[in-house]
């Protein structure tokens, strides 16, 4: 492996070489990121819920959300088999519950009742939405595609991407016709394994014109 410092305050390193570093740094230099907390129903009528590290919304008209899983995983199955899922906001209050969610349980497992939450039944889709969660969208799938590398190999990440076709917000979290983001403090995924982060000071800046 080959490191090279183009000035004295840069690390610089090619990531197929290695990073020479106690752990990997790229997803503590890509945070926070909000957690894709996504639940489905399979084809049987089954429940599942899951926490996804890589999640991110991608349009605004229509909305499209999206996120990645790595390997084949109950959440994949279910959004291939039924076309859809749900995005629950993973709040702090709720943090602890999330976590319980991201156990491997075997397929079939019901995590909404592992971690004692509320499968409240979607208005535009079959699959269920967290009831304690300050907002949740419901959609359908618009693409789940195998990510390829540079030489054209398959990588065990699948991106989904979905079209909001229901938004439920709790109506708490409303101020003045609003959504309160700062209300509803949503968990962020930062830094390396097990670290999280909280919402922070708000800063508001205009766009230019």
Not at 125 to 134: F, K, N, R, T
Request: hydrophobic share 40%; with cysteine.
């Amino acid at each position: 492996m080959q490191y090279m410092n183009r000035s004295e305050g840069e690390y610089f390193y090619r990531p197929h070489e290695g990073h020479g570093l106690p752990h990997d740094p790229f997803k503590a230099i890509v945070a926070p990121r909000v957690i894709g907390w996504i639940s489905t129903r399979d084809v049987n009528g089954r429940a599942n819920l899951a926490p996804y590290s890589f999640f991110g919304a991608f349009a605004s008209d229509p909305y499209v959300i999206g996120f990645s899983s790595e390997g084949e995983k109950d959440t994949l199955r279910n959004v291939r088999e039924t076309g859809e899922f749900v995005w629950n906001l993973a709040s702090q209050d709720l943090a602890g519950r999330m976590n319980v969610t991201s156990t491997p349980a075997p397929h079939g497992v019901d995590e909404f009742e592992l971690a004692g939450l509320t499968a409240v039944p979607g208005h535009a889709v079959s699959a269920p939405h967290v009831g304690e969660s300050p907002a949740a969208l419901e959609c359908r799938v618009l693409q789940a595609v195998q990510l390829r590398a540079l030489n054209g190999s398959r990588i065990r990440n699948w991106l989904v991407l979905g079209q909001v076709v229901g938004v439920i917000i709790r109506k708490e979290f409303l101020r003045n016709g609003l959504f309160d983001t700062f209300l509803a403090r949503p968990v962020l995924r930062a830094g390396y394994r097990g670290d999280y982060a909280a919402i922070g000071e708000r800063l508001v800046m205009n766009v230019p014109r």
